[in-house]
């Protein structure tokens, strides 16, 4: 596609509930990121694919959240028995390659989660 | 580690200048990125540097000093559009990959 393409734009959750946010990169990016901003704040780092395989996973805040992109395209992260804490948006970001000398990220318009 | 200070907000006046700044620390620095996110929109990005010094973008300019761990971003001729957020963030290689970490980011009001 011509960009970077999340879903649902919003969700509300109810406590206790588990969630799912799809992201579809930009066609051919190697790399994908997700993000989690929470409001007034910068873009945390939650997890980092190159092609199919996670190679960090270091920013996820606890075991409740798992993400993947098993045929190296088309992500989901996946979280868990929701908080309220875990209310945010969780951004998309794809580029073409980590490695590339400019590589810029381009990013999805966000899934907004509300957890009640 | 890393760490990334900006302002949290800046006012200015339409058809002004206002630069923002962006002190950083951290190991694997491999270049910064200037974003801006308009409330409710994915940010966007505004400039790359690598190198120290300036690199121009129509009204838009970035400057970098590696040795001083110190970027600014530089808006001429404000408009009131350019009311946004513009995050700093710093892109380090480490663990044989480049991630890229933001700042808070700077909200900045532009009155007319």
């Known amino acids: 596609g011509a960009g970077v393409s999340q879903s649902p734009r919003y969700k509300v959750a109810k406590r206790g509930q588990d969630v799912a946010l799809r992201c579809d990169p930009i066609?051919?990016?190697?790399?994908l990121f997700w993000y989690q901003q929470a409001l007034g704040q910068g873009p945390e780092f939650l997890t980092y694919?190159?092609?199919?395989?996670?190679?960090?996973k270091s920013g996820l805040p606890s075991d409740r959240f798992f993400a993947e992109r098993p045929e190296g395209s088309v992500s989901t992260l996946k979280i868990q028995r929701t908080q309220q804490e875990d209310s945010a948006v969780y951004l998309c970001?794809?580029?073409?390659?980590?490695?590339?000398?400019?590589?810029?990220?381009?990013f999805g318009e966000g899934s907004r989660l509300t957890v009640l | 580690g890393q760490n990334i200070d900006q302002p949290t907000e800046m006012t200015a006046t339409e058809g002004a200048i206002v630069q923002i700044n962006c002190t950083y620390q951290?190991?694997?620095?491999?270049?910064l990125f200037w974003y801006q996110q308009h409330a409710g929109e994915a940010p966007t990005f505004l400039s790359y540097?690598?190198?120290?010094g300036l690199e121009e973008k129509g009204r838009f300019s970035s400057f970098l000093s590696r040795s001083k761990g110190y970027s600014y971003l530089l808006l001429k001729e404000l408009q009131m559009k350019d009311s946004a957020s513009y995050l700093c963030?710093?892109?380090?290689?480490?663990?044989?990959?480049?991630?890229?970490?933001f700042g808070a980011g700077t909200r900045l009001a532009v009155h007319p």
């Open positions: 970001a794809s580029s073409q390659t980590s490695g590339s000398s400019y590589g810029e990220l381009f």
């Open positions: 066609s051919g990016h190697v790399s």
């Open positions: 694919f190159q092609n199919e395989a996670q190679l960090d």
């Open positions: 951290t190991s694997g620095f491999n270049g």
């Open positions: 540097n690598v190198l120290d």
């Open positions: 963030a710093v892109r380090a290689f480490s663990g044989g990959y480049n991630k890229l970490i």
